[in-house]
């Protein structure tokens, strides 16, 4: 019980220490297979669970569709194209949170993750945040399924905020111009995927730690039982749960400033956790402790397990990855020098009790149930033995007072002695004075 308690503040001291946890948007998905024609066309009847979920799908570009898109808006071909500016819209999380230039492309060769959104979700969704008196255009791509063919486009502003009709809407090729697409083709809308969080992946920690120790916590207690005859060791082992806090010293994983200050994802024990801001994080961790010793026959023992709290500093390496949601990863920069500190419980002892031996009990019953016997049989005789033990157990203290008056007695002849020494040395001392007295005397003329 008292444990449990004590787990449960921890917990809720952790709870309260990270705060909230970053939320995916649960209807933004993120698909990397590029849309099939036959995908295209197909209409569904009975729609997935993932698909009723998915009310805003973005689908990554292919590198095929890369190379394309960086060949048409930033290698000169003999049109106007490349000095033009089409503009791009920024995701995070499902949500709008900006747009981008076509320049922007170019500048760093479409390094960013892009992706495609349907045209009618970019109406329905996103729409009514735009403002209506800009003029800008839009870069997308359209398909026409009867010729079976996916040219790069674009479309007004204005078009989407005012969700012009069919044969009003017009998306115009690339390059040349010489052609365009309407709503009854499948038009698709450029878009970059920006990322929600950094993980930190393939982490190698340094020889180099720092302990100090913290205080100590009654994690459990048990019992150590030996029912044979023979002295041996016993061992046992509890269970025992705690929280361990990690500590990332963000400043030392941000080093780079050129790189956003994300939330981190930090790998650990198997896991994935999530550190707030300021690089704090909790685990639950689920241990066992061991614990034994040489025990009498048939004895038994209480053990106490005590928990020393420990905080560890390290220095670690690490690949840092941007995290885009729906499982999505991208590899950004190595990292070095990182410093962190962990909160654990590091090591156990046992705290073992007083044994008690079930021999012991068992002499002592048997000599009062043979002494109640001799007492009480029906014969009334009793033996000589049997009178030597009563005498023994009417005076309990007679061994003490033998003790004591030996003592005294030894006592008072270590004392007699001593005078009896000192007044011989008197007299001694007293016959050297006269002798010394007499060798003065001179000697007759």
Not at 297 to 304: A, C, L, T, W, Y
Request: proline share 4%.
């Amino acid at each position: 019980m008292y444990l449990q308690t004590v787990i449960q503040c921890v917990t809720l001291l952790a709870v309260l220490a990270l705060g909230s946890t970053f939320q995916e948007n649960e209807h933004f998905c993120i698909e990397t297979e590029p849309l099939l024609l036959a995908d295209i066309d197909r209409h569904v009847v009975m729609p997935s669970e993932k698909d009723l979920q998915c009310h805003i799908k973005a689908i990554t570009l292919t590198n095929q569709e890369m190379v394309s898109l960086v060949d048409t808006l930033c290698v000169d071909h003999g049109s106007s194209v490349r000095k033009d500016n089409h503009q791009f819209l920024r995701m995070h999380n499902g949500e709008l949170s900006g747009r981008g230039s076509q320049a922007e492309i170019c500048a760093n060769n479409a390094s960013a993750v892009l992706a495609w959104v349907p045209y009618h979700t970019i109406l329905k969704y996103y729409a009514p945040e735009l403002d209506p008196r800009e003029r800008l255009t839009y870069i997308a791509k359209a398909t026409n399924l009867e010729r079976e063919k996916t040219e790069l486009c674009h479309f007004r502003h204005t078009d989407l905020v005012n969700a012009v009709s069919d044969n009003l809407f017009t998306c115009v090729v690339m390059i040349f111009g010489d052609n365009f697409y309407g709503l009854e083709d499948n038009i698709n809308v450029l878009v970059e995927l920006q990322p929600l969080m950094h993980q930190l992946r393939n982490i190698t920690y340094l020889p180099w730690r720092n302990v100090s120790n913290s205080y100590k916590m009654h994690l459990g207690d048990s019992v150590l039982i030996n029912p044979s005859s023979e002295k041996k060791p016993i061992y046992g082992s509890l269970n025992y749960a705690f929280v361990e806090k990690i500590h990332v010293n963000m400043s030392s994983v941000y080093q780079d400033k050129r790189l956003a200050q994300l939330p981190l994802l930090f790998e650990h024990r198997g896991s994935v956790l999530e550190l707030n801001k300021d690089g704090v994080g909790g685990l639950d961790v689920d241990a066992k402790a061991y614990f034994g010793r040489s025990m009498d026959p048939r004895s038994e023992v209480k053990v106490q397990v005590i928990g020393q709290w420990v905080d560890q500093h390290r220095v670690f390496s690490a690949d840092i990855y941007e995290y885009f949601g729906n499982g999505l990863r991208r590899y950004k920069q190595p990292l070095t020098g990182a410093q962190l500190t962990f909160v654990r419980i590091d090591n156990t002892e046992p705290v073992f009790e007083a044994p008690e031996s079930n021999n012991l009990v068992k002499a002592s019953l048997f000599r009062e149930e043979k002494h109640s016997n001799l007492k009480d049989g029906s014969s009334g005789n009793t033996t000589e033995w049997g009178n030597v033990r009563e005498e023994e157990d009417e005076e309990p203290g007679f061994y003490g007072w033998v003790v004591v008056t030996s003592l005294l007695l030894a006592l008072l002849l270590i004392l007699g002695i001593y005078v009896l020494v000192r007044r011989q040395s008197r007299k001694n001392k007293q016959r050297q004075m006269y002798d010394l007295a007499n060798t003065n005397v001179p000697a007759p003329t």
